[in-house]
């Protein structure tokens, strides 16, 4: 599956954005869809994941702030941020599992197969 990350930009602190990621193939349903980040030398990691069977999962860095959703129909996952914080800044990346990784509620880099290239959320305070 390949993976088309888009939406980032500028944003002042307090304000929203809305990530989208577009899959391609025909079995978009069958992935689980992720959320990671990466600030400057910092390793990526998890920020949020929407599961095969509809269970979401969020780090406690974004819990009530961002939310995940998918649309199936158009092979899309989407994280809608609000009340952004500077610390947010940092590369997003959309990533997909099918296997063991679709699994988890709490995955690492490692356990996600496929990726897209990434788009930036600056947030200015």
């Known amino acids: 599956v390949q993976l088309q990350a888009s939406g980032g930009g500028l944003v002042q602190a307090g304000g929203s954005l809305r990530l989208s990621c577009a899959a391609s193939?025909?079995?978009?349903?069958?992935?689980?869809m992720g959320w990671f980040r990466q600030a400057p030398g910092k390793e990526r990691e998890f920020v949020a994941n929407i599961r095969r069977s509809g269970g979401i999962t969020y780090a406690d860095s974004v819990k009530g702030r961002f939310t995940i959703s998918r649309d199936n129909a158009m092979n899309t996952v989407y994280l809608q941020m609000n009340s952004l914080k500077p610390e947010d800044t940092a590369v997003y990346y959309c990533a997909a599992d099918s296997t063991i990784g679709a699994m988890l509620r709490t995955p690492t880099v490692d356990d996600y197969d496929y990726w897209g290239q990434g788009t930036q959320v600056t947030v200015s305070s």
């Open positions: 193939g025909r079995t978009f349903s069958m992935y689980a």
